[in-house]
């Protein structure tokens, strides 16, 4: 911290309990009051630096004792005592932290060149021109100090000047200089080198991130905070920069309202300590106001904790709304830990708040329709990047609503109108909605059965991977029609793979006869690939005769499935609790089986295309040679 020594006289001022005397030898002969402080001078000095003093000492030149009364002096008697040691030529130190009493206390008094050569106005604007404002640390000092001087700082511009000299400095990318070029000074080489004595050390200064004002800035006040964010957003700041500063700010300035430890605030604050409810509120209400409006600036779990603090606070609707929808710009980022809000109104209706995620998804869903988002077809889902964040946040709302589905206060429109929001292309399966649903008839065992059929009819089926339809199948809590068409589609999808194989095998029956003419050519081509060609095609022999095999296990299974047909044909209300049991269970077990074959099959099928590819190559090389052989006769 900079600072400069004015005087050269030894110090003459003693203090006893609320007076102070100047022990020049001299009796007093004027008593300047200021506040409960008083100060026993001599006339001479005061009169000789400050035009106001002068023209009171006049006034009161006719009374016995002169005393004046300075009662609106800036700074108080702290400021004047400084003040009088100057008139007397006393040593003092300026430094950040008394320079802005000083100047104004001089401004006040009339300090001026006109009064005396180099007065303590000139001085002052000096040191704080040519220290001061070159120094981050300095001018922030004496930033702080002019909230107390007001409005006299203002009217000096003194507080503007700071503002400006820091706003400046923290506006500068420091990568492009390597050290804060605010404390760039007369001790720092072009270069960012250590000067000693003017000359070089070499050592080179840390470097620094962008954001290493952050916490000197959150020191500030508020309103000098919101002066010095105008003031670089105006010099063109970065926006990410400018909303950096603004979360560290809040984070700082709200404390204890965050669940989560690593995502807390910083710890509280003396600051933060002294700011109620209101000015928290009001605090709340400004940063909003304050942050850019862009996606990607802030992260997702800072935004819906300042969206947690306001519900607390109980901000105005504007600025919960305003959360939201930041929230909703970036809702593929979220994580199901910090969209769980509580529910924090007097009637407590639901433990989280549902309505404000439902607002949440409704500002994602209109920003993606704006962004173009369609119904796309669903075997192009999982690879269109375009579709990963609606995916992530069907997802995410999927994970939500199993969470919240225990809630014995959570009714069913609530719940389904969540679940329906997203687009049925977002779940490319909906086995997350398939547990949400299964949690929710678990914890509200008392739902009537059509409300369970309601609920139900939002799983598609068709979209249930082969995991949960083996829970689906077995799973008592659903309706029994819900059962039924789970194990008639899980039928479907059996029927097509069936007819896959046998394709598949026929196939690879027709493309097995060119084989056996490629071995002809390459033995009359070339003697040398002869036994490669045999062994390929022997190869290609044992595949068909697995492939017959396979057939008729096929064959089999199909005639095993026109079985468990018509005894779903037959199920009806007669059926027994335990009769449909039974059949569920056979159900399963043809399934499981019809599941072993297709992956036998699968594992055949692997084969028989390497052993063709195999046989494509030898193809072309026996092509190749007979071209040869063609030529050289």
């Known amino acids: 911290m900079g600072s400069v020594k004015l005087g050269s006289k030894p110090d003459a001022f003693t203090r006893r309990g609320q007076a102070w005397f100047c022990t020049t030898g001299l009796p007093s002969d004027v008593i300047v009051q200021v506040g409960e402080m008083s100060f026993h001078l001599h006339k001479f000095p005061l009169l000789s630096k400050s035009a106001i003093l002068g023209r009171l000492i006049e006034e009161n030149s006719d009374q016995d004792e002169c005393t004046i009364k300075l009662s609106n002096i800036p700074g108080g008697a ?41 007065n303590l106005i000139h001085q002052a604007e000096m040191f704080f021109n040519q220290v001061v404002l070159r120094s981050w640390k300095d001018s922030l000092e004496a930033l702080k100090t002019c909230d107390v001087l007001l409005p006299h700082a203002e009217d000096l511009h003194i507080a503007k000047r700071c503002v400006e000299s820091l706003a400046a400095k923290a506006s500068i990318d420091p990568d492009l200089f390597g050290w804060p070029v605010s404390e760039h000074g007369a001790m720092h080489s072009p270069g960012g080198s250590v000067l000693w004595n003017g000359i070089s050390t070499g050592a080179k200064l840390g470097n620094f991130s962008s954001d290493w004002w952050y916490d000197d800035a959150s020191s500030l006040s508020f309103p000098t905070y919101k002066r010095l964010i105008s003031t670089m957003e105006s010099r ?53 106001r304050m942050l850019p409006l862009q996606r990607g600036l802030i992260s997702t779990n800072v935004l819906l904790w300042l969206l947690r603090t306001a519900m607390i606070l109980k901000v105005n609707r ?46 994602f869903l209109a920003m993606d329709q704006t962004m173009g988002g369609g119904s796309p077809c669903l075997d192009d889902v999982m690879g269109s990047p375009s579709l ?18 225990p809630d014995i206060n959570l009714k069913p429109p609530k719940f389904e109108s969540l679940a329906t929001a997203l687009p049925e292309y977002a779940r490319p399966l909906d086995d997350g909605l398939y547990r949400a649903i299964d949690v929710y008839l678990k914890a509200h065992s008392c739902l009537p059965e059509p409300e369970r059929e309601h609920l139900c009819r939002l799983i598609d089926c068709q979209k249930l991977s082969l995991e949960a339809c083996t829970h689906a199948a077995q ?53 040398g690939a002869r036994w490669v ?65 297709s992956t036998e099959e699968a ?31």
């Open 236 to 288: 063109g700041a970065k926006e990410e920069i400018v909303a950096g500063s603004l979360t560290y700010y809040a984070k700082k300035c709200l404390p204890g309202l965050n669940r989560r430890q690593s995502m807390g605030p910083v710890p509280l604050t003396s600051a933060a300590a002294t700011l109620s409810e209101e000015e928290q509120r009001h605090l709340l209400e400004d940063i909003d």
């Open 78 to 118: 702290k400021s004047f005592e400084l003040v009088a040691r100057f008139c007397y030529g006393l040593k003092i130190e300026l430094s950040p932290a008394n320079i802005v009493h000083l100047r104004c206390a001089a401004e006040y008094l009339e300090m001026t060149e006109e009064t005396a050569q180099d």
């Open 533 to 597: 060609t045999s062994a390929a095609v022997r190869e290609n022999q044992a595949l068909r005769a697995g492939m017959d095999s396979m057939r008729l296990r096929l064959a089999e299974l199909e005639r095993e499935c026109s079985g468990m047909r018509q005894d779903i044909r037959k199920l009806g209300g007669a059926a027994g609790k335990d009769g449909w049991a039974a059949r569920v269970q056979r159900m399963f077990s043809l399934k499981m089986k019809l599941q072993m074959c």
């Open 318 to 363: 504007a600025c919960i709304s305003n959360l939201e929808k930041r929230v909703g710009m970036q809702l593929d980022e979220a994580t199901l830990e910090d969209l769980l809000l509580p529910n924090f109104s007097y009637t407590m209706d639901t433990l989280y708040n549902v309505e404000c995620v439902r607002r949440i998804l409704d500002h």
């Open 603 to 633: 594992k055949m099928n692997d084969r028989h295309r390497s052993a063709s590819a195999k046989l494509e190559k030898l193809q072309a090389k026996v092509s190749s040679h007979k071209k040869h052989l063609t030529i050289d006769a």
């Open 475 to 527: 799973n008592e809590r659903l309706p029994l029609r819900v059962v039924v068409q789970v194990l008639f589609f899980e039928q479907l999808q059996l029927r097509t793979s069936i007819a896959g194989c046998l394709m598949v095998s026929d196939n690879l029956e027709g493309s097995s006869r060119p084989l056996h003419g490629s071995g002809t050519i390459a033995t009359s081509g070339e003697a």
């Open 388 to 405: 990963a964040p609606i995916t992530a946040v069907a997802k995410l709302i999927d994970g939500y609503l199993a969470e919240i589905a």
